[in-house]
């Protein structure tokens, strides 16, 4: 008989506590926008805070919530201003951003002591070199965020603009004359 | 009446003033004095640019090969003349920016000594592999403009069964007058080419096309072609840009090729008249590609003529020969002047691609002063590409160059018929030159970010497998110390 009891007891206790538990799944979920993910996969995830808030995630919930302008990643430039206002079916108008200046890292060698701290900041392991040793900037991986820059104790690693060969020479912009009225 | 149903052979284009006839009229110059120095650029072509093999004072020959194409897509360089090499080094190229690329410096030693050519007999009994090694290892590539290796072009050919071949001679870009010199001087080399390449590409029909306005190189090209059923000569109507080979490829066999193929994909392949020149030189007598035919004209030039011209040639001592007066020159061209380049001075050299060098003056430029747009719409029905230019435009000057690209930017050739004919003088095609520049350029950005989140999260994960390793090492290391004085304890306990 008590063995009738226990495994009616347990049982009906079993059953509450999860129509408990799934009663709560249902009111008490976070809420998670798959727009919130998809804007922080698109911004450059460097945290540099240039935007004004915190993080590319924090950015990303203000993007989504329609509390910043399309053209907020000033890193981005209007290439990703082009394709947050895609996805979100802003307006844009593009005549204001100012395209990011491209910058990379190059050490002097006359002034490089091999001290390594660089390479161990480096975020995309653009550095390379060995303890004592001058290190080098492989300029294609260089993203120009500049930490290397900040630990360097000589000041040997400089950030440079990129130069200019006929690979990558573009047509300038005909400057307009017009005024706005233009766009009819 | 049943015209008014079939598809129209043309679209857009414009008739601009063709200002040939001076350089026309005049057979090709042959006395062109050799050069003290010639500047010889490693990448004439589209590709890769070649690789040289010679050292700095190594004394070269007329024909020697200089530097060897790297890659698939790719076309040697040979000596223009004989000499000793002075420098391999960057120098300005021929190019609207000047900016420096690798050269092969050559001073002549006035001899102009031809390096030893083997005999190669009957070159029809060669296989059509051997055609177009010939011409790879000759260093030819499309002599219009576009300078692409023309051995890849043959063995596209053989590849995609290609059943016509056409020969651009349209010309159609005014002031040169080149390939039309060529036809009337050298009608009888030029088709032996074009059955040259017909053998390379193992095909068994072509069409030589002219421009309606060189009736003489017509008639001399027709006569040469007579005894060849297989080459058949045509006379297209004269309006730019007839030598746009989709243009061409539609006028003639009534195909379009469709956006994003190319002709080779539909049975067609383009080659131009300056192309089976050379082909033939470098089949019946081993000669590679070391020199062209320029046409130097504009209304700053003393005496306009054609004149061949060794390759690597410094525009000013061609316009030294030419009697340009320079303080006239407002604008200097490398090619055409609807689609050739500006260059900003005299000291680059002439390459393959080099169909001619204008020297403009202010009179012959069209005036700057941009007006706002009318909407005439003049530059939709001259546009050949079937575009909307001013829509692209307006989308352009706000950046929204997306916009651009959904309405067709990608399929504009800059032709530059939409500037030539705009009313208000507004600058279309610099526009979508800048825009095509930019477009590529965001691409470029585009993977570079996608390769910088790769690496990222590469470091992460080495990161995190470096300190899972140092706790694993760490836990070891406790748990020996641990054993350690376990051991030590028992070993007292049992003492």
New interface residues.
């Given amino acids: 008989m008590y063995v009738f009891y226990a495994i009616v007891s347990l049982t009906l206790l079993g059953l509450f506590l999860g129509l408990l538990l799934g009663i709560a799944g249902k009111y008490l979920k976070v809420e998670s926008s798959p727009i919130v993910d998809e804007l922080e996969a698109m911004l450059?995830?460097s945290q540099c805070g240039q935007c004004g808030f915190p993080g590319c995630r924090p950015a990303a919930e203000a993007l989504a919530e329609g509390n910043a302008p399309a053209t907020i990643c000033p890193p981005g430039?209007?290439?990703l201003a082009?394709q947050i206002a895609?996805l979100l079916g802003l307006d844009?108008?593009?005549?204001e951003?100012k395209e990011p200046e491209l910058l990379v890292a190059r050490v002097s060698e006359a002034t490089c002591t091999g001290c390594t701290r660089c390479f161990k900041v480096c975020?995309?392991?653009?550095i390379v070199g060995a303890p004592k040793q001058i290190h080098a900037v492989v300029a294609?991986?260089c993203?120009g965020c500049k930490k290397c820059v900040e630990v360097c104790p000589t000041e040997c690693l400089q950030m440079h603009p990129i130069e200019?060969?006929?690979r990558?020479?573009?047509?300038?912009?005909?400057s307009?004359?017009?005024t706005g009225?233009?766009?009819? | 009446m049943l015209s008014l149903f079939s598809k129209p052979r043309i679209r857009g284009g414009v008739h601009a003033e063709e200002h040939k006839a001076i350089t026309a009229s005049q057979t090709i110059a042959y006395d062109f004095p050799l050069p003290e120095k010639l500047y010889i650029p490693l990448q004439q072509h589209v590709g890769k640019p070649a690789e040289p093999l010679i050292r700095v004072g190594d004394a070269v020959l007329k024909g020697q090969l200089l530097a060897y194409s790297q890659g698939l897509i790719s076309a040697p360089v040979h000596a223009p003349s004989s000499g000793v090499i002075l420098d391999v080094n960057d120098y300005p190229?021929p190019?609207?920016?000047a900016?420096p690329?690798r050269m092969i410096v050559l001073a002549t030693d006035g001899k102009d000594e031809w390096v030893k050519t083997p005999d190669i007999g009957d070159p029809f009994q060669l296989s059509p592999e051997d055609i177009s090694l010939r011409v790879g290892a000759a260093g030819i590539v499309g002599l219009g403009g576009a300078t692409f290796p023309t051995a890849v072009k043959l063995n596209m050919g053989r590849e995609n069964r290609i059943d016509t071949l056409i020969i651009n001679g349209a010309e159609c870009e005014p002031y040169l007058s080149c390939d039309d010199r060529q036809m009337q001087e050298r009608s009888a080399q030029i088709i032996d080419g074009v059955r040259l390449m017909l053998h390379g590409m193992e095909t068994h029909h072509a069409v030589v096309a002219i421009e309606d306005n060189k009736p003489h190189a017509f008639y001399a090209m027709q006569a040469a072609a007579q005894a060849f059923p297989e080459i058949k000569v045509v006379q297209i109507p004269t309006r730019y840009p007839m030598g746009w080979d989709r243009q061409l490829i539609r006028y003639v066999t009534g195909r379009e090729v469709p956006v994003g193929c190319r002709s080779s994909e539909i049975g067609v392949t383009i080659h131009n008249v300056g192309t089976a020149y050379a082909t033939h030189q470098a089949i019946r007598y081993g000669q590679p590609l070391v020199s062209r035919v320029v046409t130097v004209s504009g209304g700053a030039v003393g005496r306009p003529m054609n004149v061949e011209v060794p390759l690597g040639t410094l525009i000013s001592e061609l316009f030294a020969f030419c009697e340009v007066d320079l303080a006239q020159t407002a604008r200097i061209v490398m090619g055409g002047p609807m689609m050739g380049d500006s260059l900003p001075h005299t000291g680059l050299p002439t390459v393959k691609a080099t169909s001619g060098i204008l020297a403009l003056t202010q009179h012959e430029l069209k005036s700057t002063d941009?007006q706002?747009?009318i909407?005439c719409a003049s530059c939709v029905s001259v546009c050949p590409a079937g575009l909307r230019p001013l829509d692209m435009a307006?989308n352009?000057?706000?950046?929204?160059?997306?916009a651009a690209v959904d309405i067709g930017l990608k399929d504009c050739i800059s032709c530059g018929c939409c500037s030539y004919i705009c009313p208000s003088n507004i600058?279309l095609v610099?526009?979508f030159?800048?825009a095509s520049?930019?477009v590529?350029?965001?691409q470029?950005?585009?993977h570079?970010?996608e390769?910088?989140?790769r690496?990222?999260e590469?470091?992460q994960a080495r990161l995190e497998r470096i300190a899972q390793q140092q706790r694993e090492e760490e836990e070891a290391r406790i748990a020996a110390k641990r054993e350690r004085e376990r051991l030590k304890a028992e070993q007292e306990a049992a003492a």
Avoid: F
């Fill in positions: 450059p995830g430039g209007s290439t082009e895609a844009l108008d593009l005549s951003v975020p995309t392991d653009a294609d991986a993203i200019v060969t006929l990558n020479w573009r047509w300038a912009k005909p307009a004359p017009m009225n233009a766009l009819c | 190229a190019h609207p920016s900016l690329i941009e706002p747009c909407r307006n352009i000057k706000v950046n929204q160059l997306d600058p610099q526009y030159k800048y520049g930019e590529a350029a965001r470029q950005a585009q570079k970010s390769q910088t989140k690496l990222m590469a470091r």
